[in-house]
């Protein structure tokens, strides 16, 4: 499938969501919270809906708390009224999760908590969930999530008995999954299964407009569903030279994306990232402001620009390296520095793959042999990324 029309296929999907999703939208809407103290002007107006069978009622746009540094940006998001917060035990080697329970001191009972381990073993996910709730200053988690995982056989039951086993102890209230990919294998599996009660999944524009009918049977289902990856990689950088900077950057060309999830009724809050005030006051305003043929333009505009570089984890490429290589997560990983701005994170993720992996030099190649369908510059991504962090 080559960009052009991958892009009409985005807009032929776009066109059919928003009149649902405004009328749930204004139904799920309560009216504006009063915030202690805020500097935005007007003050940002807070919709709400319900996290599946949960009963936690959050704020539609939450707080994706992985590359803040500064805990400020996190104690002004709840002091202005956002209510869900998700970090987990790996990001910033631990730091995030100490820096996220400072901010949030005090604050404990207006908000919803989420952490997440990455470990694939019980004994190990237990131990985890011990030294998140050290960290974060609390006895509990609202939600626990077993984390980045891709296939059914990910989720063992040994991982689903250690979340039960914290639900037992009243260390964690819900339990969930996380995925950055996998979706049209996983998402299914985690709908069926009764032990799940929250999926979060990333989900934006760019994705297969199948995601949309895989979110809404999971939601009708009873689960809660949480969006990451909602702005498409971030790519908040852009230089004035770059083409259609003007549109994209000064027309909100990135709040547009955030917009896009937002207004999907069967989602139930977002996790977008924000390192400072400016972000944190722009994303509130995509609970206030609505979808429409603008924003549709805009991320036309931006799917174009971002097409030979974004990798949308659709893992059609999954298994065509020769030599093994998981091109989805290098890709991933590379997206963590250009796009987020975050190179000690890319790094430190890259530095995870196995040695045989981290070994193989793509500029080696005759040829790459992984075709992207949706158009990106997949050897010059992968080489992209290996000179960096190799």
């Given amino acids: 499938m080559n960009p052009s029309s991958s892009r009409r296929r985005f807009l032929a999907a776009g066109l059919a969501l928003p009149a649902v999703a405004s009328a749930v939208q204004t139904k799920s809407s309560e009216p504006q919270a009063a915030p202690k103290k805020s500097p935005v002007s007007p003050a940002p107006k807070f919709t709400y809906r319900t996290l599946g069978k949960t009963g936690l009622k959050v704020t539609t746009v939450g707080f994706g708390c992985m590359i803040t540094s500064d805990g400020s940006v996190v104690e002004r998001a709840a002091d202005l009224g956002i209510t869900y917060f998700d970090t987990a035990r790996g990001y910033q080697s631990g730091n995030n999760e100490r820096m996220v329970g400072a901010a949030l001191k005090g604050k404990r009972n207006q908000i919803t908590l989420s952490s997440k381990s990455g470990a694939g073993s019980r004994a190990q996910a237990l131990s985890d969930l011990d030294t998140s709730l050290k960290e974060l200053g609390t ?190 997560d290098v890709l991933r990983f590379l997206t963590y520095a250009d796009g987020y701005g975050q190179f000690a994170l890319a790094r430190e993720r890259y530095s995870e793959l196995e040695p045989k992996h981290a070994s193989v030099k793509c500029a080696d190649c005759p040829g790459c042999e992984v075709r992207c369908p949706n158009g990106v510059r997949v050897a010059e991504r992968l080489i992209r990324a290996q000179e960096l962090f190799a």
Avoid at 173 to 180: D, L, N
Avoid at 207 to 225: H, Q, T, V
Avoid at 303 to 322: A, D
Wanted: charge should be neutral.
């Fill in 139 to 328: 006895d509990h988690l609202d939600i626990w999530y077993l984390h980045a995982k891709q296939h059914p056989s990910d989720v063992s039951d040994e991982l689903i008995d250690a979340q039960q086993t914290a639900k037992k102890a009243g260390k964690i209230r819900f339990a969930g999954v996380s995925t950055h990919g996998g979706q049209p294998e996983l998402m299914p599996f985690l709908t069926q299964n009764a032990n799940i009660d929250v999926i979060l999944t990333s989900y934006n524009f760019t994705m297969d407009p199948g995601m949309n009918k895989l979110i809404e049977d999971a939601s009708k289902a009873g689960k809660g569903i949480v969006a990451m990856k909602v702005m498409a990689g971030g790519f908040r950088r852009m230089r004035p030279a770059d083409p259609n900077y003007n549109k994209l950057k000064q027309d909100g060309g990135l709040l547009a994306a955030l917009k896009w999830v937002v207004r999907n009724p069967f989602v139930n809050t977002t996790i977008p990232s924000m390192t400072d005030q400016d972000q944190l006051d722009e994303n509130l305003k995509a609970m206030a402001e609505p979808f429409g043929s603008a924003e549709e333009k805009l991320l036309a505009m931006h799917l174009e620009r971002i097409s030979p570089f974004y990798c949308r984890m659709c893992g059609q490429c999954s298994g065509q390296c020769p030599q093994g290589l998981p091109v989805p």
